[in-house]
């Protein structure tokens, strides 16, 4: 499973521009969450399977942060469907602070449910069919993305995809 799903998670991992990376050594004790994550939406919690699977993901294929490793300041859940990957993406940034980073390119806003959306992409991964929406949320923002699978024949591009199921999670993501 690592294959095409880690490849799509790897990639999925360069928007995390703004975590700081660390080292650490094996501790005993309980887990305590990255720094940051208190108080964030926990999309692996709060979006329900039959939600999931009304876009076209498996629920059984969820994986938790990036490869399992928490992210300071993030808390991220992804799935895989036929074609491509959603990953969901809760963090403390505003729209404004995404639309003023320069890692991100051809911003587009748009309506979701009764909201406002912010759809981007990478600006450095021109070649790749992915895109992100943006939504705003007292916390700061969570983020959905789409990416389509290297090698599959693509249904539609992932800036049409991310719009509709940006759409279909809008009721289960904070305000």
Known sequence: MLGSVGVGRLLMAGVLVWAAAGCSSVVEGAAEPASGQ???????????????????????????????????????????????????????????????????AEFVELTIGDRVGIRFKRGSDAAVDGCYVALAATQGSVWVNVEAKAGVTHQESACELVADVAAHLDGHLPR
């Open 38 to 104: 208190e108080g964030l939406f926990d999309p692996c919690k709060d979006i329900p399977d039959s939600i999931l699977e009304d876009v076209g993901l498996d629920p059984a294929t969820e994986e938790v942060d990036i490869a399992g490793v928490e992210q300071p300041g993030w808390k991220i859940c992804s799935w895989t469907g036929t074609w491509f990957f959603v990953s969901v993406l809760s963090n403390r940034y505003t729209q404004n602070e995404v639309t003023r980073n320069p890692d991100y």
